[in-house]
């Protein structure tokens, strides 16, 4: 018995020890907009070697681009009618679609290319993961 308490009991702590909300995990929600739009600015001058005027303007683009689509303007899509859904899907679009614009024009020919080629890449990156917690989640294939 004693021993059935003790495994218990360190089952527990284990269990309880990997739920816990660790600060490393908190994909950046205490940044603020100006040092989420460093970061990824200091991400591309590494990816792609930027120059101080490219950086600049780097910057200046993330830093619009987060304040506008910042998690403090987002709101959930429930409740919402389908002629919202689709405003909302379309604006958010038709943002990204000037966003890719902007940083044509910043970048030359082939840091575009590369940069092109990294997001195309990450996603893939992000979809694997995506199925693979997809898979565990859903049990046992039957």
């Known amino acids: 018995m004693k021993q059935v308490l003790i495994?218990?009991?360190?089952?527990?702590?284990?269990?309880?020890?990997?739920q816990r909300n660790?600060?490393?995990?908190?994909?950046?929600?205490?940044?603020t907009t100006e040092q989420i739009a460093e970061l990824k600015t200091k991400q591309m001058t590494l990816m792609l070697d930027l120059s101080e005027?490219?950086?600049?303007?780097m910057k200046k683009l993330h830093l619009e681009n987060t304040n506008m689509t910042g998690k403090n303007n987002r709101s959930r899509g429930k409740g919402?009618?389908?002629?919202?859904?689709?405003?909302?899907?379309?604006?958010?679009?038709?943002?990204?679609?000037?966003f890719k614009k902007n940083v044509k024009s910043i970048l030359t020919k082939e840091q575009y290319e590369k940069w092109g080629k990294e997001r195309i890449e990450n996603r893939k990156n992000d979809k694997g993961r995506n199925d693979n917690r997809n898979r565990r989640n859903r049990g046992p294939a039957k």
């Open 53 to 57: 005027e490219q950086q600049k303007k």
């Open 22 to 31: 660790r600060p490393d995990c908190n994909n950046g929600s205490d940044l």
């Open 80 to 98: 919402l009618s389908a002629t919202e859904k689709y405003d909302k899907k379309t604006q958010n679009l038709d943002s990204k679609i000037a």
């Open 7 to 18: 495994i218990c009991m360190v089952l527990l702590g284990l269990t309880t020890y990997a």
